[in-house]
């Protein structure tokens, strides 16, 4: 059966070089409806890129790269979108109200006072509609980018370091956002540096390094079975190849050969140790 | 045009929460206020004098050039207003992050340049022929001397800061705002000595400063509407009093044909290609 939702991005052999620099290589990437999938990578990988991309900032050097069916930067494109960038700032002299209203009108939503009370609320700055982006906390001002990106009700989400400048509490309240999000059908990109973070509320992960997809799955395939830890009474030992489902036999085997046994441990990598691995690092 | 007047209205509403409008008033009240001390008193000294006994008339001479006087400081000031509206625009808001957030709109980039341009484009052309229109009152009141043309002047003023509007606004697209800001206000200074260059060949009868200054003229067309408006002051007056006009600072000044304005038309749409298209293509 063919799917005839297009997907919320899709990017395809996606290159991008500045001069002798080349930022991209060549990217495969689908974000679908209403999934939320996490972009890691190092400093530099080209993270910031694939999403400059998807939002028309970037021209790509070639490839394809196309925003709920509609070519990336064009005007149907962006009705879809919602975009927080990672170094993003709000003219200081304007309220939040003020702000979110600019944005309504050049996405022409009709939600008006209630779309804006709405989306403070939901960000966790219920008061601050009169507030001036000048005297906002950072970490306010990054909510307030979360609520400006949500504006006209978006299929896509692209969320650049969207935590970066908030305290765990912040933290939690975007996670819990996201999670509603992806109730409501949003499909998110995002792009973060927290692996723990993407651990939690991610659908699927995509590594990026050097400009290249270098691994791409759910959480729980990217963190691989790492072996079985025995505890016994001559030590631990370490049975490396084998898996979950293996651990009673070796406990068996164990047993029957007279070792006693305290304890047993599959072992599995974490994300971290995925990412490092996929990107080469230590 | 919705999303252009959006973007031009927030860019005015910006330049008035900054003060740059109350700054730019309580400055420009300064500016007329001194004007017109000066205006009175060159009047009353000149009328001591009893000029007109030499067959010339002094109020024409004195209101011309005066009058012209703050012409150029009308135009120096609309041009200081133009540029700093402008200068960061582009790169310099790019630079800073606040053009990303609107570029993801469903707004074209072409719209975002045509609200800006818009916005500093009425700002300058309007505040250039109130602060014109408001001199020529005073050089009345104080001298009761009244240019030959008004209107010609005032749109040559407004037409030529828009250019230089323009100008910035699409050198905000290719340097940042400290380069682009030095870079308009020299073409500025370049146009003026081309002009003064075009005022001294004309009046030592050279013919290459007389081309240099035609020359800066069509590359640099702003320079050309303000002579022409410097020109439209006295452009009826004749006799001894035009030989007494021409020997002074704004005297020499060249009237412009139909073409020099068709020219400021399209040298506007050019900068404008040249904004649009450099837009389009910049990595942001």
């Given at each position: ?282 | ?57 002094p109020n024409v001479i004195v209101g011309a050039t005066l009058l012209g006087l703050a012409m150029f400081g009308t135009m120096f000031l609309g041009t200081v207003l133009a540029v700093f509206l402008t200068l960061g625009a582009v790169r310099g808001d790019a630079e800073r992050g606040l053009l990303q957030p609107l570029l993801v709109r469903p707004v074209s980039r072409r719209t975002l340049l045509l609200g800006r341009y818009a916005a500093a484009a009425a700002v300058c052309a309007a505040y250039v022929a109130a602060v014109f229109v408001a001199a020529t009152i005073i050089t009345w009141a104080f001298g009761g001397w009244w240019p030959d043309h008004l209107l010609l002047p005032a749109i040559g003023l407004a037409l030529a800061v828009a250019i230089l509007a323009a100008v910035s606004l699409a050198g905000s697209v290719f340097l940042s705002a400290t380069a682009n800001g030095i870079a308009v206000f020299m073409v500025f200074g370049a146009g003026l000595v081309a002009g003064l260059l075009g005022q001294i060949g004309e009046a030592l009868s ?79």
């Amino acid at each position: 059966m063919v799917c005839l939702v297009p997907a919320a991005l899709s990017v395809s052999a996606l290159v991008k070089t500045y001069g002798s620099v080349h930022a991209l290589v060549g990217v495969d990437l689908e974000v679908g409806e209403g999934e939320l999938v996490g972009l890691l990578g190092p400093n530099g990988a080209g993270k910031s890129t694939v999403v400059k991309v998807a939002c028309g900032l970037v021209t790509p050097t070639s490839g394809r790269a196309e925003v709920c069916g509609e070519p990336a930067g064009s005007v149907a494109a962006h009705r879809s979108l919602g975009y927080l960038a990672e170094l993003f700032r709000f003219p200081d002299w304007c309220t939040a109200h003020e702000l979110l209203e600019l944005h309504q009108r050049l996405a022409e939503s009709e939600g008006g006072a209630v779309e804006r009370a709405e989306l403070l609320e939901l960000v966790g700055l219920p008061d601050a509609g009169e507030t001036r982006v000048g005297t906002m906390s950072k970490g306010m001002q990054q909510r307030l980018g979360i609520a400006q990106a949500l504006i006209g009700s978006p299929r896509l989400l692209l969320l650049d370091e969207p935590t970066s400048a908030l305290d765990p509490s912040g933290r939690r309240t975007v996670r819990a956002l996201l999670e509603e999000l992806r109730g409501r059908g949003v499909a998110v990109l995002l792009n973060s540096h927290l692996l723990s973070e993407v651990e939690l509320v991610c659908d699927r992960v995509a590594i990026i390094d050097h400009g290249a997809l270098v691994a791409a799955g759910t959480p729980a395939e990217l963190s691989h079975a790492g072996g079985v830890e025995v505890e016994t009474a001559g030590g631990t030992r370490v049975f490396a190849a084998a898996r979950r489902d293996d651990a009673p036999g070796i406990v068996r085997e164990l047993v029957a050969a007279g070792e006693e046994v305290y304890g047993v441990r599959v072992l599995t990598s974490s994300l971290e140790d995925a990412y490092l691995e996929a990107v080469g690092g230590s | 045009m919705t999303a252009v007047r959006v973007i031009a209205v927030f860019t005015l509403r910006e330049s008035l929460r900054r003060r740059v409008f109350a700054v730019v008033g309580v400055l420009t009240v300064a500016f007329l206020a001194l004007y017109g001390l000066g205006t009175w008193q060159l009047h009353r000294d000149i009328n001591d004098v009893g000029f007109n006994q030499l067959g010339v008339e002094p109020n024409v001479i004195v209101g011309a050039t005066l009058l012209g006087l703050a012409m150029f400081g009308t135009m120096f000031l609309g041009t200081v207003l133009a540029v700093f509206l402008t200068l960061g625009a582009v790169r310099g808001d790019a630079e800073r992050g606040l053009l990303q957030p609107l570029l993801v709109r469903p707004v074209s980039r072409r719209t975002l340049l045509l609200g800006r341009y818009a916005a500093a484009a009425a700002v300058c052309a309007a505040y250039v022929a109130a602060v014109f229109v408001a001199a020529t009152i005073i050089t009345w009141a104080f001298g009761g001397w009244w240019p030959d043309h008004l209107l010609l002047p005032a749109i040559g003023l407004a037409l030529a800061v828009a250019i230089l509007a323009a100008v910035s606004l699409a050198g905000s697209v290719f340097l940042s705002a400290t380069a682009n800001g030095i870079a308009v206000f020299m073409v500025f200074g370049a146009g003026l000595v081309a002009g003064l260059l075009g005022q001294i060949g004309e009046a030592l009868s050279s013919g290459t400063l007389q081309n240099v200054a035609e020359v800066a003229s069509w590359l640099l067309p702003f320079e050309g509407l303000y002579q022409a408006a410097l020109a439209g002051l006295t452009a009826d007056t004749v006799g001894f009093t035009r030989l007494a006009i021409n020997l002074g600072p704004f005297g020499r000044a060249q009237s412009a044909g139909p073409g020099l304005w068709l020219w400021a038309l399209v040298y506007l749409g050019l900068v404008g290609v040249c904004a649009l298209r450099g837009f389009a293509r910049r990595d942001l």
